[in-house]
């Protein structure tokens, strides 16, 4: 069975800070997908990145980071220098590697980027 | 820049009553999901289509609930009777369908529905 677990609910910090937004998942497949979503107050939720299960390098862009640790199961979100308008939702989400497509989320934690 | 639309936005109606969401995929996508979010449910993946038929309606309630895609740019999910724990935010999503799971879904802003 398929689960993606984060086990933040919500997290505060002040700007500038660096944030790391956790995200553990379980799967028995060998070809998997992991997904990042964020969802500002407006609502829509907005693809950050895709990685697959045979690329563990790290991916940065711009003040966002990912680390993909396959032997943890983890794929962690770090945003450095945080901003205000990086308060959101973010969800983590995980695809099978077959012709499905079906999404398994996470719960999302909301990040609190304070002035 | 391509986007999903839906429309409408928000939506206030009795309980009973009908109520038709409709969605816009990005053009050339041939996969599209309906979601359902509430904050104690989270993400619920309602139906979804791959090339306008349906693939899985598994979470959907079947009794109230129907989900179609009458022609490529149009996805329409509808509740008759509606009741007030249908109140949530209904999500479209579209996909280009890239075999293999790798398929990114790209998200529509929602229809706010509450059932008074």
């Known amino acids: 069975a398929q689960k993606v677990t984060q086990a933040q609910t919500e997290i505060s910090v002040v700007e500038k800070e660096d944030v790391t937004l956790d995200c553990v998942y379980e799967?028995?497949?060998?070809?998997?997908?992991l997904f990042w979503y964020k969802q500002p107050p407006s609502g829509e939720l907005v693809f950050l990145i895709r990685r697959n299960s045979f690329d563990e390098q790290n991916e940065i862009s711009g003040r966002y980071s990912w680390n993909f640790q396959k032997s943890t199961s983890s794929f962690n979100f770090t945003i450095t220098a945080s901003q205000v308008v990086d308060s959101a939702v973010y969800f983590c989400a995980l695809s099978k590697g077959n012709n499905f497509n079906k999404f398994y989320f996470g719960s999302g934690t909301k990040l609190n980027v304070k002035p | 820049d391509a986007r999903v639309t839906q429309t409408p936005r928000h939506k206030v109606t009795e309980m009973g009553q009908e109520v038709t969401m409709r969605c816009q995929p990005i053009?050339?996508?041939?996969?599209v999901f309906w979601y359902r979010q509430t904050m104690m449910q989270g993400l619920e993946l309602l139906a979804y289509?791959?090339?306008?038929?349906?693939?899985?309606d598994s979470g959907m309630p079947k009794d109230r609930f129907s989900a179609e895609m009458p022609d490529a740019t149009l996805a329409t999910l509808k509740i008759q009777p509606s009741e007030p724990r249908d109140s949530a935010v209904y999500f479209c999503?579209?996909?280009?369908?890239?075999?293999?799971?790798?398929?990114?879904?790209?998200f529509g802003p929602g229809t706010r529905l509450t059932v008074l």
């Open positions: 799967t028995r497949d060998t070809t998997y997908y």
């Open positions: 289509f791959r090339n306008r038929a349906p693939l899985d």
């Open positions: 999503a579209s996909g280009p369908g890239v075999a293999g799971g790798q398929d990114t879904q790209y």
């Open positions: 053009l050339g996508h041939n996969t």
